[in-house]
């Protein structure tokens, strides 16, 4: 951990000479995404940690990294050696990045960060709880001078999704941005999060990995939509398309000029969560505009699925299953044969399955290719010099996904290889019933998601078991495989609507044995309506058969067997058409109901 140490030495430097006697780095871009470009990995750069989540700090003395329970076992191990401390996020204990500077410093000190790389509400948080102890903020950016070999900001070419996918034009999306702006009595919104521009232009290009986007802002006003990209990488055909669409297309760079010419005494809607503190400050120093928060009206409009979008969702699904199952029954025939299989084995033979699809645009995110331990840690991802060997026993969870034109697909199976635990029986057969207890569940309008998560962890905590995780997040339209703001967790206060997606999958991760995780994704929809209300329900469109030989049949009520039974045969129905060869037999043989 030479490089780490040295790093931070050199970070420490810097501090030293500006003035500041503590650094905060997020896991973040100027468009404060959760997957960034390698150009912005400046947390890993500098902690050596390569999880999606976590911030490290830095003062003249201490360092720490903040992350949450799907990367504990991942961070502690990638972290030996460094000096720098793992703060468990959400344990009880373990201080906030805000607490620990609080308790860290003196009165008078100044702690730093990059504005571009921290939400206008995180950094309008932190400096109200710093106040509190007379500590100041300033911003800077350390990293340019120490990270002398920084890969280049992306610039792919940008291309258009056709409406025959996303279901609506651009300009229709424009005027329905338009529509809710006036419900929100405003005039004007700044769009900074990546896959909101996506959406909103109907624009796409490579340059987050997995994820289809292009490094963009956008702008909606009462009378003029503007869009602000690196042109160098916008063919003709996009030009034109965003001028008929009324879409004047300006440099990357020209934002903040653009944030600085608004008048006209216009109000500016700020989601302050999801507009980074630089631009937001540009805004409220703009005496020629009136700024209020406010919702971001196009992530709401986009967490609403219409019925293109819903159509695409079920048949990419149709064709991801049988892409899974073409890997699947070649990593059977291997295993079978007496081949050497890894982990990597699995990723790649999933990536190629992907691949061969009709639509299809690569993976939604890295393959989670997990066998026996390795599994406990959530957002393991396999590499060629540590992956594990897969032998004929214990559990193998895999977690991935594809991008397609029609969809994004996330699923996670965990299989027995051979023989398992009684353990690992009994946690597999748990989570299949939380799985169950949700995917069958019915709710009255109005619940969020904090609401709904109870229903799937009930089976668990009834065991004294959780997950340090949330249940569910939503999913794009070839968009980002984690779309909010719906999202099934205790804290989450949206209410869900039909036309939404979210995933399902809960989870028991024991440490240094296994891991189980069975996930799929989910639309909601209309049950019915009485003098009680309007009552929703879920609709399970991942097709792939869910194991059936880790199960203790004894643990399942006859519902819970009888909707098994039901899925698997339905996902038989579904793929079995389109499958021929091994991977048609493989899938009859995975979907046969399971008897007590």
Request: a negative charge; glycine letters at 10%; proline letters at 4%.
């Amino acid at each position: 951990m030479q490089k780490i140490t040295e790093r931070i030495a050199a970070l420490r430097a810097a501090m030293k000479k500006s003035g500041v006697q503590a650094y905060i780095i997020p896991s973040s871009d100027p468009h404060l995404s959760e997957y960034t470009p390698e150009h912005w990995r400046t947390r890993e750069y500098f902690s050596g940690f390569t999880g999606s989540a976590g911030t490290l700090a830095v003062t003249e003395n201490r360092s720490g990294l903040w992350t949450d329970g799907r990367y504990f076992i991942q961070a502690e191990s990638e972290l030996k050696g460094s000096g720098i401390e793992l703060f468990r996020m959400g344990v009880a204990g373990v201080p906030t990045v805000a607490e620990f500077l609080r308790n860290e410093l003196d009165p008078g000190a100044t702690v730093s960060f990059d504005g571009n790389l921290f939400s206008a509400a995180d950094a309008g948080r932190l400096q109200v709880l710093l106040a509190e102890r007379n500590i100041g903020i300033a911003e800077n950016d350390f990293v340019p001078g120490i990270w002398q070999d920084r890969p280049p900001v992306p610039h792919t070419e940008a291309f258009l999704h056709d409406p025959a996918y996303a279901g609506l034009t651009c300009a229709e999306k424009l005027a329905a941005v338009r529509t809710k702006l006036k419900d929100e009595k405003a005039d004007a919104q700044i769009y900074g999060r990546l896959d909101c521009v996506a959406w909103l232009m109907n624009l796409r290009a490579g340059d987050v990995e997995d994820s289809p986007f292009a490094l963009a802002y956008a702008a909606v006003l009462p009378d003029s939509a503007h869009l602000f990209i690196d042109g160098s990488r916008v063919p003709e055909e996009v030009l034109k398309s965003m001028k008929r669409n009324g879409v004047s297309v300006h440099a990357y760079a020209e934002v903040e000029d653009f944030l600085r010419s608004l008048s006209g005494g216009i109000t500016v809607l700020a989601d302050t969560d999801g507009i980074n503190r630089k631009l937001c400050g540009i805004l409220e120093d703009n005496p020629g505009i009136v700024l209020r928060n406010g919702p971001d009206v196009v992530t709401r409009l986009k967490s609403i699925k219409n019925e293109t979008e819903i159509r695409g969702f079920r048949t990419a699904h149709i064709r991801d299953g049988c892409a899974m199952a073409e890997a699947y029954a070649e990593l059977e025939r291997r295993m079978d044969a007496g081949e050497t299989v890894t982990e990597c084995t699995v990723a790649a033979l999933l990536a190629e399955a992907r691949g061969r699809q009709d639509k299809n645009r690569g993976l939604s995110f890295a393959t989670i290719a997990a066998y026996r331990e390795n599994a406990a840690m959530m957002h393991y991802a396999p590499r060629p010099e540590t992956c594990k060997t897969l032998t004929k026993s214990g559990l193998l969870l895999v977690d991935s996904g594809g991008q397609y034109l029609d969809a994004t697909t996330d699923v996670t199976r965990t299989f027995a290889l051979g023989p398992v635990t009684r353990e690992e029986q009994e946690a597999y057969t748990r989570v299949l019933k939380c799985h169950i207890a949700l995917a069958t569940a019915v709710f009255l309008e109005g619940s969020t998601g904090g609401n709904i998560d109870i229903l799937c962890r009930e089976p668990l905590w009834k065991q004294g078991i959780d997950y340090r995780c949330g249940t569910g997040h939503g999913v794009g339209m070839f968009g980002s495989v984690h779309e909010g703001p719906q999202n099934l967790r205790a804290r989450n206060r949206t209410v869900f609507r039909a036309g939404m997606t979210i995933t399902n999958e809960p989870g028991v991760y024991a440490d240094g044995k296994f891991g189980i995780r069975t996930e799929n994704l989910m639309i909601v929809q209309k049950a019915f309506e009485n003098e009680y209300g309007r009552f929703l329900k879920f609709e399970t469109v991942t097709l792939f058969p869910i194991d059936t030989a880790p199960i203790l049949p004894e643990l399942l009520t006859g519902e819970e067997l009888n909707w098994l039974n039901g899925y698997n045969a339905h996902v038989r129905e579904m793929l079995s058409p389109m499958l021929s060869g091994g991977a048609r037999s493989w899938l009859i043989r995975r979907t046969l109901p399971l008897a007590r």
